[in-house]
């Protein structure tokens, strides 16, 4: 089984509507993120969370919104989405050496 | 904040060598990530270096000098399957990585 999951993996959606992305992990980390990646450009960071009382923003959090219901995981929202958030998201966890990030399996997001 | 250059894209031949190199400069300094990165798919670890020097994990080698904000991924007996994009990404005191934006691979027969 995946360290790190992600529901969903794709997902369609039209102009104005609220989504959330999940993450669920079971490597017991409680460092948890959300990025999102764009063809030709690097990972950036929408927010973080060190543990679960803990939420920080990142890069480009304008747009976003989460929540972290337990060590265990960590929901991105869009609350209302645009097309310009069409983009692959990653969630991530750190821990042990040097925080090094581990990271799901991805969610292909296409806002129509 | 981060800024970290890498070069976008690079071609060589199946069993050669390649170098990637990676250079930074930072307001803190916490170690550095080298990251494997197949088309769609997921990030994967490869490689972290927080002091000076060489650390080698079998085909898969990196580099790190501190004083010059420079790494380098060298990659060996390169095979089909090492196509792939490959992310350069610095962490700084509070642990948040930043990336590169990547330098493509492509490995030919």
């Known amino acids: 089984d995946a360290d790190v999951t992600q529901t969903p993996r794709n997902r369609i959606t039209k102009t104005g509507k609220r989504i959330m992305l999940e993450c669920s992990q079971t490597k017991g980390h409680d460092r948890m993120y959300w990025y999102r990646q764009d063809p030709g450009l690097g990972l950036q960071l929408i927010y973080y969370s060190f543990d679960v009382k803990d939420i920080n923003k990142g890069e480009i959090s304008d747009g976003y919104s989460v929540s972290r219901q337990a060590q265990a995981k960590f929901s991105l929202s869009l609350e209302s989405a645009i097309p310009n958030q069409t983009a692959l998201y990653f969630c991530?966890?750190?821990?042990?050496?040097?925080?090094?990030?581990?990271f799901g399996p991805g969610t292909r997001l296409l806002v129509l | 904040g981060q800024n970290i250059d890498q070069p976008t894209e690079m071609t060589a031949t199946e069993g050669a060598i390649v170098q990637i190199n990676c250079t930074y400069q930072t307001s803190g300094f916490n170690g550095l990530f080298w990251y494997q990165q197949h088309a769609g798919e997921a990030p994967t670890f490869l490689s972290y270096n927080v002091l000076d020097g060489l650390e080698e994990k079998g085909r898969f080698s990196s580099f790190l000098s501190r004083s010059k904000g420079y790494s380098y991924l060298l990659l060996k007996e390169l095979q089909m399957k090492d196509s792939a994009s490959y992310l350069c990404?610095?962490?700084?005191?509070?642990?948040?990585?930043?990336f590169g934006a990547g330098t493509t691979v492509t490995v030919r027969a």
């Open positions: 990404a610095v962490t700084s005191n509070d642990y948040k990585l930043s």
């Open positions: 991530a966890t750190s821990g042990g050496e040097g925080e090094t990030q581990y």
